[in-house]
């Protein structure tokens, strides 16, 4: 049985992906600052395949 509120990996990829950053100015500017802080990993990825 699954839990009440569970995230599904497809939307959270829609919403806070890497295309979905590209996809809109702001998303890249966000992106954007991460690369300047120097982070590792700049969008979320799902763990396999989403």
Same mark, same amino acid.
């Given at each position: &049985?699954?839990?009440? /509120? !569970? +995230?599904?990996k ?5 919403v =806070?992906g890497?295309? #979905?950053r &590209? =996809?809109?100015? +702001? +998303?890249? !500017?966000?992106?954007? %600052? %991460? %690369?300047?802080? +120097? %982070?590792h990993? /700049?969008?979320?990825? #799902?763990? !396999?395949? #989403?």
């Amino acid at each position: &049985m699954r839990r009440t /509120l !569970e +995230g599904t990996k497809v939307k959270r990829q829609h919403v =806070s992906g890497f295309r #979905a950053r &590209m =996809s809109t100015p +702001g +998303g890249q !500017e966000v992106l954007n %600052r %991460r %690369r300047a802080k +120097g %982070r590792h990993k /700049l969008a979320i990825t #799902a763990k !396999e395949r #989403a």
